[in-house]
């Protein structure tokens, strides 16, 4: 009878455990996607400003996976990490993943578009910007958080 109480009492311990540890890499894993994402969109930014050329050749559907692999990525762990959904650094973070969805979709347009448009360049350049100052903020909050 006793043996219960004790296996119930190391179960709840154990979950307060793996909660704790969770929660420390909430922190860790939320930085990480944000500066993902931010480095992410200032080399797409960087592939607008060339017209999507490198090397003298044009960069293709399959080298714009990255681009699409990294939404992915974020979005997965925004799904995964819900549970931190009552934080400040989550809804920045949710934030951030819909402007780089934003900005990579009009930049992929500006690509198969195949022509420079210095409107539609500035339009992305300035959601560069914006997916820029969104990952600072989910950092700054991160930061205060400790």
């Known amino acids: ?26 922190g860790r894993q939320t930085a990480a996607t944000a500066s993902m994402l931010r480095d992410l969109s200032a080399k797409l930014a960087d592939y607008c400003r060339a017209d999507f050329k490198v090397d ?22 925004l ?18 993943i819909d402007g780089y969805a934003r900005m990579l979709s009009e930049a992929d347009r500006y690509r198969l578009s195949g022509k420079p448009d210095p409107r539609q360049l500035e339009v992305i350049l300035a959601d560069q910007r914006r997916v820029s100052a969104q990952a ?11």
């Open 1 to 26: 009878m006793r043996a219960r109480p004790a296996w119930l009492g190391l179960l709840f311990c154990l979950g307060l455990l793996a909660a704790g540890c969770y929660s420390s890499d909430y």
């Open 79 to 96: 799904s995964a990490a819900a549970s931190n959904s009552q934080r400040p650094s989550y809804h920045e973070l949710a934030q951030l």
């Open 56 to 77: 003298g050749r044009e960069v293709s559907s399959e080298e714009m996976g990255e681009f699409y692999y990294g939404l992915r990525k974020a979005r997965s762990y």
């Open 136 to 146: 600072q903020a989910v950092l700054e909050d991160l930061s205060k958080a400790r």
